[in-house]
């Protein structure tokens, strides 16, 4: 049982090229999460999935985009990266409403430069 | 608008003795509260909750304690531990459009000092 995994690892991407960040989780959980976490900040919401084909915005979700064809995947695709998005993105999953734990992958450390 | 606040960036604790980390909130519709604890290159992992309805939970060696009036929980840690040292996250839940949504604040670098 993996939890839940992020690839990659880390990326240094130029302005306004694109990619998508991977995310999978093993767990069969419905809901998963997108965060973003900038230096001495806290994890903010970019994007979420109750389940396979249904997605939301969360708190920051400009310059991205999800989809979610399966329970396990969660890809966040960023289009036309800019400086502003270089952070660490945390992927993260749970069973649903009962149930406030999030389970969290390692992270992808991007920097856009 | 920071709904949920923690003020202080670091704390330093001797070995053995407690811990105390704070977090404010503003939003009184929060309905669960979490810490979260993170070492370095690795993602949060879940330490320890409470229902908005309870005012104390106790898991071994961690207890939080909430005061809904204050809009304040804290978390202390008995006795600490060298592996205690780490960033520690306070987070809120809130349910909206069908998911429970975590609303986290800036964490509380933990150091224990041998």
């Known amino acids: 049982n993996a939890g839940v995994t992020q690839t990659p690892k880390f990326r240094i991407l130029k302005i306004g090229q694109s990619m998508t960040l991977q995310c999978a989780q093993d767990?069969?959980?419905?809901?998963m999460y997108w965060y973003r976490q900038d230096p001495g900040m806290g994890l903010k919401l970019i994007y979420y999935?109750?389940?396979?084909?249904?997605?939301d915005k969360g708190e920051v979700p400009n310059g991205y985009n999800v989809s979610r064809s399966t329970t396990e995947d969660f890809p966040l695709r960023l289009e036309l990266a800019a400086p502003s998005q270089t952070s660490v993105y945390f992927c993260a999953s749970s069973t649903g409403t009962a149930s406030y734990e999030q389970y969290f992958g390692p992270g992808t450390r991007l920097t856009v430069t | 608008d920071q709904q949920v606040k923690q003020n202080s960036p670091s704390l330093s604790v001797q070995e053995g003795r407690i811990s105390i980390l704070n977090c404010d909130y503003t939003n009184s519709m929060f309905d669960y509260f979490l810490w979260y604890k993170k070492y370095p290159a690795e993602g949060p992992t879940f330490l320890i909750s409470?229902?908005?309805?309870?005012d104390k939970n106790e898991d071994g060696r961690f207890t939080v304690f909430l005061n809904k009036s204050a809009k304040h929980l804290s978390l202390h840690i008995v006795p600490s531990q060298p592996g205690d040292s780490a960033v520690y996250f306070c987070?809120?839940?809130?349910?909206?459009?069908?998911?429970?949504?975590?609303?986290f604040g800036q964490g509380t670098r933990l150091t224990i000092n041998p």
């Open positions: 987070a809120a839940s809130l349910l909206g459009q069908g998911a429970q949504k975590l609303v």
């Open positions: 409470i229902s908005s309805i309870k």
């Open positions: 999935s109750v389940g396979a084909g249904i997605t």
């Open positions: 767990m069969n959980h419905n809901y």
